[in-house]
């Protein structure tokens, strides 16, 4: 099993551009997440989702937009980026019916993304 | 509002040493407790958690932490640390009384075991 996987690894835009991060997770959870990493701040939540077909926004959602395509994949989307979204990008995945952090939320690798 | 402080960036401590690393919290119902630790360039990973029953959880790795309602507390311990441990360590919170409530993270502690 891969686990949660997210592309790309590192990304460097400039201010205005747009991307999309991409995650997908093969061990069949109902609820996903993304978040962001900044240093002395831990992670911050960004948007979460308790099944496919439903998205909410969690602390630091401004800036963002999400889609859970399928069971599987979470994708996060920046549609006009700014220097303060430099940051690294964290998705994750557990076995939560509700995404109410019951049980152990299983990460990926991480996105290291530079705007400029 | 949830909270959880762990105030200290950094914990040193030779190899085969005790080890500790503080986390208190702030909820206004129970809470479910966490920690995470983060190796260089991975995501985080799951070390333990508590949610209910006995206060002393142990978890991955010989890693245990105490849940102490009096003193807010969870602090994450090792009866002896390994060079191998040295990473960053995050304790996370969850207010039960908020259901809308996500997990909240601490803003993580750099562990250095020296040999």
């Known amino acids: 099993n891969a686990g949660v996987t997210q592309t790309p690894k590192f990304q460097v835009l400039k201010t205005g551009q747009s991307m999309t991060l991409q995650c997908a997770q093969d061990?069949?959870?109902?609820?996903m997440y993304w978040y962001r990493q900044d240093p002395g701040m831990g992670l911050r939540l960004i948007y979460y989702?308790?099944?496919?077909?439903?998205?909410d926004k969690g602390e630091v959602p401004n800036g963002y937009n999400v889609s859970r395509l399928n069971k599987r994949e979470f994708s996060l989307r920046l549609e006009s980026a700014a220097p303060s979204q430099t940051s690294v990008y964290f998705c994750?995945?557990?076995?939560?019916?509700?995404?109410?952090?019951?049980?152990?939320?299983?990460f990926g690798p991480g996105t290291r993304l530079t705007v400029l | 509002a949830q909270s959880v402080a762990q105030p200290e960036d950094q914990v040193n401590v030779a190899e085969g040493n005790p080890l500790t690393v503080k986390c208190t919290y702030s909820?206004?119902?129970?809470?479910?407790l966490f920690w995470y630790v983060q190796y260089p360039n991975r995501g985080l990973q799951f070390l333990l958690k508590?949610?209910?029953?006995?206060?002393l959880v142990k978890g991955s790795y010989g890693f245990e932490a105490e849940f102490n309602k009096s003193q807010t507390s969870f602090h994450l311990k090792k009866p002896s640390a390994l060079v191998s441990d040295s990473a960053l360590y995050f304790c996370?919170?969850?207010?039960?009384?908020?259901?809308?409530?996500?997990?909240?993270f601490g803003g993580g502690t750099r562990l250095m075991v020296k040999p």
């Open positions: 994750a995945s557990s076995n939560d019916p509700s995404a109410r952090a019951y049980n152990e939320q299983f």
């Open positions: 061990m069949n959870h109902n609820s």
């Open positions: 989702s308790a099944s496919e077909g439903t998205t």
């Open positions: 909820v206004s119902g129970n809470p479910y």
């Open positions: 508590y949610i209910t029953g006995d206060n």
């Open positions: 996370a919170v969850r207010d039960l009384r908020d259901a809308g409530n996500m997990l909240t």
